[in-house]
């Protein structure tokens, strides 16, 4: 199992980027890096996803080191709406169980003004 | 376009009641799955539909607990003789399949609040 490891929480001020790093040591060979934002009351949406090296897109980058060890979730300019639950989430176990896609306790970003 | 939606967005029971979830998934999505969101906490797989393939029952906490999915499109989640600790967020999202190692993005529904009183 893709155990993940996060942050509980981080604190960060208006326009700043905001770095967040998940761990997950035992990652398997065909699994994908999946970040999810989660609002109060809400369910999770998708944000970025990644196997390896940088992925960008409107809202995030993911940077993936070469042994797939870990990941970083970039925030670039954060502003208060950005104030959420980020999730990381490793899924894709050679079983092709959904099992494996369980998701940790996420990171509780606050951004300050 | 229509996402997936939930019924009940909130639910209050008695102890030892019977209570049923429904998920409508995207149309199209052959995956389906199910979590259960305690306050301030992560998300916990309960189960999970592909196509017309046997569910994956694992995340199940125990036998008052169960699925179905008819026509492959609704599910309905299903807590027999409730207990207090059932309390939570049920969350139910869809994706266009589960596939090994492949893309997954799992599309989320605004959930169903329960409280077992």
């Known amino acids: 199992l893709a155990k993940t490891t996060q942050p509980i929480s981080m604190d960060s001020y208006e326009g700043q980027e905001v770095n967040i790093t998940c761990s997950h040591n035992?990652?398997?060979?065909?699994?994908?890096i999946t970040w999810y934002q989660q609002f109060p009351s809400q369910g999770p949406r998708f944000i970025i996803q990644?196997?390896?090296t940088k992925v960008t897109n409107e809202v995030a980058s993911l940077f993936i080191p070469a042994d797939r060890k870990s990941s970083t979730l970039s925030l670039p300019r954060v502003s208060l709406s950005d104030t959420a639950v980020y999730y990381c989430?490793?899924?894709?176990?050679?079983?092709?169980?959904?099992?494996?896609?369980?998701f940790g306790s996420g990171t509780q970003l606050t951004v300050l003004p | 376009g229509a996402g997936v939606s939930q019924s009940p967005s909130n639910k209050v029971t008695e102890k030892g009641k019977d209570v049923e979830l429904r998920c409508d998934p995207i149309?199209?999505?052959?995956?389906l799955y199910w979590y259960r969101q305690s306050l301030g906490q992560g998300l916990e797989f309960l189960i999970y539909?592909?196509?017309?393939?046997?569910?994956?029952k694992s995340g199940l906490p125990s036998d008052r607990f169960s699925a179905e999915r008819t026509g492959g499109s609704v599910s309905t989640l299903t807590i027999q003789r409730t207990q207090q600790e059932d309390s939570a967020v049920y969350l139910c999202?869809?994706?266009?399949?589960?596939?090994?190692?492949?893309?997954?993005?799992?599309?989320f529904g605004p959930g169903t609040r329960l409280t077992v009183l």
């Open positions: 999202a869809s994706s266009l399949a589960h596939r090994r190692g492949a893309k997954n993005e799992q599309f």
């Open positions: 035992n990652i398997a060979t065909n699994d994908y």
């Open positions: 990644g196997y390896k």
């Open positions: 989430l490793v899924g894709g176990a050679p079983s092709g169980s959904a099992r494996q896609l369980t």
């Open positions: 539909f592909q196509g017309n393939s046997a569910p994956d």
């Open positions: 149309s199209g999505h052959t995956a």
